[in-house]
């Protein structure tokens, strides 16, 4: 069966220092990839996606990158935090496009 | 470019009364609707999808295109129901290449109470 992960689970940063959340998926190949954000108080926001391995779209301007190096890992990261980085960040795969599976989450804390 | 609205923040309600969470869209073409939902220390999940047409612990939603609506209701709602509830689109045909993407809304937080 399909699963998917995603670490670290909570992660405290100041402001201006690097971040990289990872995301890797098993029991699939090819999947779609997404990162979506739940910022305090609205909805979640769509980040960024990837059809395949190199291929990333970004969905809003901002202060985040997103990388592909393998199949089955994407990975969020940035050079330099800011305040409104904060958020809930989720990783989720689909294939064939029916479902959309999310992972556990990870809490993003920038002081 | 397409866009879900859930107006209600906060929905409190009392156990076995009926609960409806409003989910309205716009977008041009013809969207496929989702309600999403998300327990407490769990995973956001799907909880039913307009094109099945399905019941799922109770829950009902209905697409009504006339008023770009995807209401989800339940007759008799549970404590175990209370949890996040989102609504997304998804803009059809599925392509993979285009990424078949969801949107979602802001989110509607269900308490029930005893």
């Known amino acids: 069966s399909q699963t998917i992960h995603q670490w670290p689970a909570t992660l405290v940063q100041p402001v201006g220092s690097p971040l990289s959340l990872e995301c890797t998926v098993e029991?699939?190949?090819?999947?779609?990839l997404y990162w979506y954000r739940q910022a305090a108080g609205r909805g979640l926001q769509l980040l960024f996606y990837s059809v395949g391995i190199g291929q990333i779209s970004s969905e809003v301007p901002q202060n985040l990158s997103a990388s592909r190096p393998q199949d089955r890992q994407f990975i969020l990261s940035s050079k330099k935090l800011l305040l409104s980085d904060s958020g809930f960040y989720l990783c989720?795969?689909?294939?064939?496009?029916?479902?959309?599976?999310f992972g556990e989450g990870s809490w993003l804390t920038v002081v | 470019a397409q866009r879900v609205t859930q107006p209600e923040k906060l929905l409190s309600v009392f156990k076995g009364a009926p609960v409806e969470l409003k989910c309205n869209y716009s977008?041009?073409?013809?969207?496929?609707l989702f309600w999403y939902v998300q327990y407490s220390r769990q995973r956001l999940q799907l909880l039913l999808r307009h094109i099945s047409r399905e019941s799922i612990k109770g829950f009902t939603a209905d697409l009504n295109k006339g008023e770009t609506s995807f209401h989800l209701k339940k007759p008799f709602a549970q404590e175990e129901d209370s949890a996040m509830y989102y609504c997304?689109?998804?803009?059809?045909?599925?392509?993979?290449?285009?990424?078949?993407?969801?949107?979602f809304g802001g989110g509607t937080r269900v308490l029930v109470k005893p």
């Open positions: 977008y041009s073409g013809s969207p496929e």
């Open positions: 989720a795969w689909s294939y064939s496009g029916n479902t959309i599976y």
């Open positions: 029991g699939t190949s090819n999947p779609n």
């Open positions: 997304a689109l998804r803009v059809a045909p599925l392509i993979k290449a285009a990424g078949n993407k969801l949107t």
